[in-house]
Nanobody, 118 residues
Framework: QVQLVESGGALVQPGGSLRLSCAAS????????MGWYRQAPGKERELVAT???????NYTHSVEGRFTISRDSAKRTVSLQMNSLKPEDTAVYYC????????????WGQGTQVTVSS
């Protein structure tokens, strides 16, 4: 059973930075896609950033230029570097992974809280 465990969430002031990490229980090479989603209070969960097996990345428009997704296959982690944080970035951030094959299997972490406030 694959497990994804997020860490790094915290309270940070506007303009600050945070780095979220997602540790997978197995090899991340078994995933076709990994990424980060977030859910703010009263809103639907939305995609933040993804990275494919080939290394292609995709970001939601509101975080382009501020957030960077990366992976370390040896450490079985996917990270999200978040810079120039804004109050509207406040949300629970979830790690997501999708397996190869059809139908694909999706996995979710338990979430980590990011609060941007002065």
């Amino acid at each position: 059973q694959v497990q994804l465990v997020e860490s790094g969430g915290a309270l940070v002031q506007p303009g600050g930075s945070l780095r979220l990490s997602c540790a997978a229980s197995g090899s991340i090479s078994s995933f076709n896609l990994m990424g980060w989603y977030r859910q703010a209070p009263g809103k639907e969960r939305e995609l933040v950033a993804t990275m494919s097996y080939s290394g292609s990345t995709n970001y939601t428009h509101s975080v382009e230029g501020r957030f960077t997704i990366s992976r370390d296959s040896a450490k079985r982690t996917v990270s999200l570097q978040m810079n120039s944080l804004k109050p509207e970035d406040t949300a629970v951030y979830y790690c997501h992974a999708r397996s190869f094959g059809w139908p694909a299997t999706t996995y979710w972490g338990q979430g980590t809280q990011v609060t941007v406030s002065s």
